[in-house]
Nanobody, 124 residues
Framework: QVQLVESGGGLVQPGGSLTLSCVAS????????IAWFRQAQGQERKMVAV???????NYADAVNGRFTISRDDARNEGYLQMNSLKPEDTAIYYC??????????????????WGQGTQVTVSS
């Protein structure tokens, strides 16, 4: 059973950068899609970025061009590099995984093994 732990969040000024990490244990991430979602206060959890086993990526319109998702299967980790951060990026960020053979998805309900999340606050 794969377990995930997110880290790397914090307080950053608008225009700043952060890199989030998603460390897996229990199973290898090889064979999984990895996705980052975020949940702002009072809102539902929404997809931010997805990366396939082969390295193909997709992003929410709100972050496209500013965020970069990546993975290192040898280290069993996923990452989200966030640049040009805006106050509206403030949220708790979560990573989740989905078995590749189940097909591509951007729906929260299709992912599992959520960690506790990591808080990102963008404020001056």
């Amino acid at each position: 059973q794969v377990q995930l732990v997110e880290s790397g969040g914090g307080l950053v000024q608008p225009g700043g950068s952060l890199t989030l990490s998603c460390v897996a244990s229990g199973e290898t991430l090889n064979g999984y899609l990895i996705a980052w979602f975020r949940q702002a206060q009072g809102q539902e959890r929404k997809m931010v970025a997805v990366i396939t086993r082969g390295g193909s990526t997709n992003y929410a319109d709100a972050v496209n061009g500013r965020f970069t998702i990546s993975r290192d299967d040898a280290r069993n980790e996923g990452y989200l590099q966030m640049n040009s951060l805006k106050p509206e990026d403030t949220a708790i960020y979560y990573c989740g995984v989905r078995r590749t053979y189940l097909g591509y998805s951007e729906r929260e309900v299709d992912y599992k093994a959520w960690g506790q999340g990591t808080q990102v606050t963008v404020s001056s």
